[in-house]
């Protein structure tokens, strides 16, 4: 493994023991039994790659910080539990629109934060229906932090900010896969159990950030002709400053980049036995989402 690799896979392992050390409280979330099944497997999956490369699995200790509160939490507090049962329907959609984080909210002026946060929990209301983990009572919730907020015109409180590490190698694509339940259970942690919050923040801290992490640029990989999802594509991307950022899809086909520099990019994408492609002029900024569908053609 990279030093990177590294990195990632000691916050890997701290979140592991966090899901020990508080199993009684996480147990009882309707999400969680799936998304700690899915992050079991994959970080199996991974030991057993590890092994075969004789590399030391070390497991590392927790430590803990302060939480804090805006009218941005009330929100994002139920988006991120809808985000959670809209990935679990396969609703991408739906789960793209719930998963801001609190500075979509916070860090931007009164009359926006108001928009944005009435937007996200008129989304939350029109799919209730679907959404089973949510109930009037949180609509209600949000209906009346949002009242308050314009009433009162509470300032907003610095959030917590995000880096992420990338691998290489063929490690990596099997560290993306953690990532997607491992960032579900932290979304649940924050919805659920605010004050244990802070301690997931520190103790899957890759680098030098921590929190939920930032969702900047979603790729949907198939094939041309049949449509399939294409699982372990390669991807680089490469801003203004080297080195690139390599990530892979997912089972799902899904390659997401997450917490990057604001700035134009290219996108590379390569696949054993498929065309290259190349995808320029990328533009990725703070609070936006790119959304790109790629069809890889095969070779004949």
Known sequence: M????????????????????????LIALEEYAAEKTNFDAEMLALANALEKQGVEIVAIAADKKVDKKT????????????????????????????????TYITETD???AITRSTAMKKLMK??????????????LEMEGAITEFTNEKNKPKQ?????????????????????????????LVHSYLPTLADEWDRVTKVGSGTGVRHLRM????????????LVHVHGSLAGAEPPPIIKYSTKTGNLRVK????????LTSTFPGYTPDVQSNIGLEAD???RLEIKLHKIV
């Open 288 to 290: 936006k989402l790119v």
């Open 126 to 139: 029109d799919n209730i229906g679907i959404l089973t983990n949510l109930i009037n009572a949180n609509i």
């Open 259 to 266: 917490d990057v520099a604001n700035g134009n990019y290219i």
């Open 218 to 229: 979603i790729v949907i990989y198939t094939d041309f002709a049949t449509g399939v999802h």
């Open 2 to 25: 990279t030093d990177e690799q590294q990195l990632r896979y000691a916050a890997d392992q701290r979140a592991k023991q966090f899901c020990i050390d508080h199993n009684g409280a």
């Open 159 to 187: 959030a917590i900010e995000v880096k992420k590490a990338t691998g290489t190698d063929l490690i990596g694509p099997l560290l993306d896969e953690i990532d997607v339940p491992r960032d579900n259970i932290g979304k």
């Open 71 to 102: 009218m941005g939490d009330a929100i994002i507090k139920y988006a991120l539990r809808g985000s959670v049962k809209a990935h679990q329907l396969g609703n991408l959609s739906l789960e793209l629109g719930l998963s801001h984080p609190v």
């Open 110 to 112: 009164d009359q926006t």
